[in-house]
């Protein structure tokens, strides 16, 4: 007797060997989308606020104003005045930085804006490959970005207002034994936290982008789906986690293989004596290393993009079983009663 193999269930198949498969083929693939997966990074990892804030303290050790000591004499008096014009125009240099690095910071917040809502387009909409059109993305992008930048806002709010709730106690406790115990406490909690907002924001920006949603629906949907299938994003997190953290070590120990020539290029400028051989080994060897370091950037920001954006879209369509429930049923299912 000949038996059937009974339908599967796309319920019960690895999700992952579907979507992280197709991820990384849209993230190697498709590298015309690294420019917008690169700058859609520049806010999800808030390093230009970090930027920001370190231009912003700029000056802070400057001399005050002063009008001298009190002397009266026409040389202090000279010498006070040129002291109070250079610290005028110093005022002045240091304000038209800031002013400059702030247009700058603000540029790449709405870019990244805007190419969060065009990747996410391109992707869940496959339009990549051939019928990759970044203009049409990038329109669809910008007619996005105050619901996406107020979604990116909402976030960031949240977040500092977690981190202040979360550092209270440990500062009202501050040098007690109980202030340690707290802290790891408030940690936990903080990163758990966090975590679950940024699944919650990428679920709610692929409702907005591939569905039209408002950003209070897309906050909602993106909380529903969390909730129904919060094993599973964790178990999807959990492989991204894992393959950053590979591609890491594998790109770290690939730069410093490819560093090898330009190392003997500079010994041999230091042999040489030539400073023109010796800068262009360094110029060469910093262009690689920061052309690297931009394309794994981009790689893994669409890599992930890319896996939530497929998640996102099967889970739409009826849900997924958590690995950890395929396992317990393929375990349990050897001891069920047999049916007739």
């Known amino acids: 007797m000949i038996r059937r193999k009974a339908p599967s269930n796309p319920k019960h198949e690895a999700v992952y060997r579907v979507i992280i498969h197709k991820a990384l083929l849209t993230a190697w693939q498709q590298k015309k989308l690294w420019p917008l997966s690169f700058l859609a990074s520049l806010l999800l990892t808030a390093g230009v606020y970090d930027h920001l804030l370190k231009v912003l303290q700029f000056g802070n050790g400057t001399q005050p104003f002063s009008w001298g000591r009190g002397g009266m004499g026409l040389a202090d008096f000279t010498a006070t005045a040129f002291q109070n014009v250079n610290n005028i125009l110093f005022a002045i240099s240091a304000l038209q930085w800031v002013l400059a ?44 970005f105050w619901p996406i930048a107020a979604l990116n806002a909402i976030i960031l709010l949240t977040i500092v207002v977690f981190r202040f709730l979360a550092n209270l106690p440990v500062a009202l406790t501050y040098g007690s034994n109980l202030s340690y115990a707290l802290y790891i406490i408030a940690f936990i909690l903080f990163t758990t936290l966090t975590f679950i907002l940024a699944i919650i924001q990428i679920f709610a920006l692929n409702a907005m982008v591939l569905q039209g949603a408002s950003v209070a629906d897309g906050l909602i949907r993106g909380y529903e789906m969390f909730k129904r299938h919060w094993l599973v994003t964790i178990e999807t997190a959990i492989i991204l986690i894992a393959l950053a953290i590979f591609g890491f070590v594998v790109f770290n120990y690939a730069i410093i293989i490819a560093q090898f020539p330009l190392m003997l290029l500079v010994l041999l400028a230091g042999a040489m004596q030539s400073r023109l051989l010796f800068y262009a080994g360094m110029a060469i060897g910093l262009i690689i290393v920061a052309l690297a370091h931009l394309f794994f950037i981009a790689f893994i920001s669409q890599l992930q993009y890319a896996t939530w954006t497929h998640l996102y879209l099967r889970l739409g369509e009826g849900g997924v079983m958590p690995k950890l429930h395929r396992v317990i049923r393929s375990l349990s299912g050897r001891f069920s009663v047999p049916k007739n």
């Open 101 to 144: 690095v702030a247009i700058i910071a603000a540029a790449a917040l709405i870019a990244s804006c805007v190419a969060q809502g065009a990747l996410v387009y391109s992707i869940g909409t496959e339009h990549v490959g051939p019928k990759f059109e970044l203009k049409r993305s990038l329109m669809i992008g910008a007619r996005a």
